[in-house]
């Protein structure tokens, strides 16, 4: 998110504006929440019910944002990731960057009329804070909404979702192996500050590397879905609780919770991000809900 610069600029911010103490049991509240809202029909669009809302909602409330800003600053960030596009013609072009210039004004407007001691106070001026809300807004939702319907497409219909269901212990094994293997973010820009070799390999100094983390993370050792050294994502930790308060949730809420019979869900068609962009799911209506388990 952002070039250098910016980076090294906001990190101290992004630590702490998107530190995650105490997240899960926000998160937990208000997936429940969303999962009472669409319980009844037996059947809904999880992504649009659940995994795009509750990140948007998520970021939006970090950065001391009105939640009633979501669906149009995540319509415009949604069109502007057009320019991420596996295919992008000339109209997808000029789309994005007006869905850019859209997602700005709008993010400039919100943070112009905050008070002086909001969460943003000591992010530098109005322009600086607005472009951290906006890579903020642009990346973070649509990322983590990506992993959580990577997570769901990979355990609804085994066992280890029935296991899940039925002992809340299991959380911490499916978390982490969903972060290894539910990657949503599989490319990843680097420069080389100087001159290295890496298995073998000799970069020089300036080179560009796109690191396929998707990839690495098929190889032993920790797992590389949120990068790693003084760059990785400030964003990790925030992002694992709604991995455990989704999962959780929708196990104890949505008894027999299955994808809907039918072709494979649309993917985002976007080069560095991959997830689901539907998921048809049914579930037993008439089965009891248990208790949210509570957090470890
Ligand atoms: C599943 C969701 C997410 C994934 C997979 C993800 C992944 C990544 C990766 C791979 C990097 C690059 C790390 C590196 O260069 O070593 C990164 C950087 C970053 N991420 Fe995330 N991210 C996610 C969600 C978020 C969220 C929710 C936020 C906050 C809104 C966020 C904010 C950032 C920022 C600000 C950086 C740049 C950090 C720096 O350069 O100092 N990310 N993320």
Known sequence: MGEPADRARFRVHHLRLFAADGAEDELRAVAADLVARIRPAGRADLVEAVLRPLPMRTVLGRLGL?????DDLGAHAATARLLHGVVL????QVRSAQAMAALWQACRAAVAAQPADGPLAGVGDVDDRTELVVQAVLSGPASTTALLGNALLR??????????AADPARLDGLVDDCLRHAT??????REATKAVTVDGA???????VLV?????????GPPLTFGSGAHACPGADLVRAHLRAVLATLAAQLP?????????????????LHGP????????????PVNVPAQR
């Open 256 to 272: 027999g919770l299955r994808r809907e019979p039918g072709p494979a869900p649309a993917l985002t068609r976007e080069i560095g």
């Open 66 to 70: 009105d939640p009633g800003l979501a």
């Open 184 to 189: 949503p973010v599989v490319l990843w820009r």
């Open 212 to 220: 396929h983390l998707g990839a690495a993370n098929r190889e032993p």
């Open 155 to 164: 355990l609804l219909g085994t066992p280890d979702w029935d296991a899940l």
């Open 277 to 288: 962009t539907e998921l048809s799911v049914t579930w037993d209506r008439s089965a009891t």
């Open 202 to 208: 000799a970069l020089p100094a300036g080179a560009r």
């Open 89 to 92: 013609d000339n109209g997808d």
